[in-house]
């Protein structure tokens, strides 16, 4: 498979290979995309056999900051009576 690089891409590539990290740019750029596949495992296949590691809600929530966050809104909804009143009903 061939694919253009651009140039900006093809530095990285050989600086990585000049850093003496990887032996040939095809090292560095196959190291790049497993690094890529692993970060969005539901989306690419296993890579060289390696296991997974499955992403859950929480992970997915947590990387994008937006656990426990609700604005505008009460600062604690737990404890606040007067936020509860209602609720079930």
Known sequence: MTHDVPSEYENIL???VASGRFETQQAALLYAL???AQQQPANFPNIGGQVRNEETAY???HSLSVIGCMKP???DLATNS???NGFGR
């Open 82 to 84: 007067e936020q509860m």
């Open 14 to 16: 050989r600086n990585a």
């Open 73 to 75: 809104g009460p600062s």
């Open 34 to 36: 497993q690094l890529l």
């Open 59 to 61: 992970d997915a929530f």
